[in-house]
Nanobody
């Protein structure tokens, strides 16, 4: 079982910055990719950013140039630096990870989510 725990959400004014952090633990052999998703009230969950084991990154158009995803491979963590935040970035942000467990099976795990509110 692989567990993901997010932290770093909160209330910030428009134009401000926040850094989200996600730590993976459990029976991890290898994490192939980690990602951040978000879900605003009344909307579907959407992909925000992804980073693979080769450091390939991909971003939603709405966050390009403002958000940066990064990984610490030794610690099995992923972070999301969010700058120039807008009210439309308000959502619950979820961490996601996929890879191989120590028993050779694949896994795909979600964190519990962390609230980000951008408001003046």
């Amino acid at each position: 079982q692989v567990r993901l725990v997010e932290s770093g959400g909160g209330l910030v004014q428009p134009g401000g910055s926040l850094r989200l952090h996600c730590a993976a633990s459990g029976n991890i052999f290898r994490i192939e990719a980690m990602a951040w998703y978000r879900q605003a009230p009344g909307k579907q969950r959407e992909l925000v950013a992804t980073i693979t084991s080769t450091d390939y990154t991909n971003y939603a158009d709405s966050v390009k140039g403002r958000f940066t995803i990064s990984r610490d491979y030794a610690k099995n963590t992923v972070s999301l630096q969010m700058n120039s935040l807008k009210p439309e970035d308000t959502a619950v942000y979820y961490c996601n990870a996929g890879g191989m467990a120590t028993d050779g099976t694949g896994f795909g795990s979600w964190g519990q989510g962390t609230q980000v509110t951008v408001s003046s």
